[in-house]
């Protein structure tokens, strides 16, 4: 969610405050199911254990706000990327 990508597509700078304000609040709401749109997104594969019937190793009650903070710091990068020009 860069700026140049928002401005392009005229969409509000604020999105990028909205995000980070969003995941900020989001950790702090319980989640029983959390399940990712990409493996890299939770360690997936690195997960699965040797036994295919344990499911165990997937219940991670850290794995939300761990995420979560991902992705904002993802944002954080882009944008202090973007002030050092």
Same mark, same amino acid.
């Given at each position: 969610?860069? +700026?140049?990508?928002?401005?392009?597509?005229?969409?509000?700078?604020?999105?990028?405050?909205?995000?980070?304000?969003?995941?900020?609040?989001?950790? +702090?709401? @319980?989640?029983?199911?959390? +399940? /990712?749109? @990409? /493996?890299? @997104?939770?360690?997936?594969?690195? $997960?699965? /254990?040797?036994?295919? %019937?344990?499911?165990?190793?997937?219940?991670?009650?850290?794995?939300? /706000?761990?995420?979560?903070?991902? $992705?904002?710091?993802?944002?954080? %990068?882009?944008?202090? +990327?973007?002030?050092?020009?």
């Amino acid at each position: 969610m860069n +700026t140049a990508y928002l401005t392009k597509v005229g969409l509000p700078l604020s999105l990028q405050e909205s995000f980070l304000a969003g995941c900020e609040a989001m950790k +702090t709401v @319980h989640v029983d199911v959390c +399940t /990712p749109s @990409h /493996p890299a @997104h939770s360690d997936m594969l690195e $997960r699965v /254990p040797e036994d295919r %019937t344990d499911y165990r190793p997937f219940a991670d009650p850290e794995k939300w /706000p761990a995420f979560l903070e991902e $992705r904002a710091a993802a944002l954080r %990068t882009v944008l202090e +990327t973007e002030k050092r020009g």
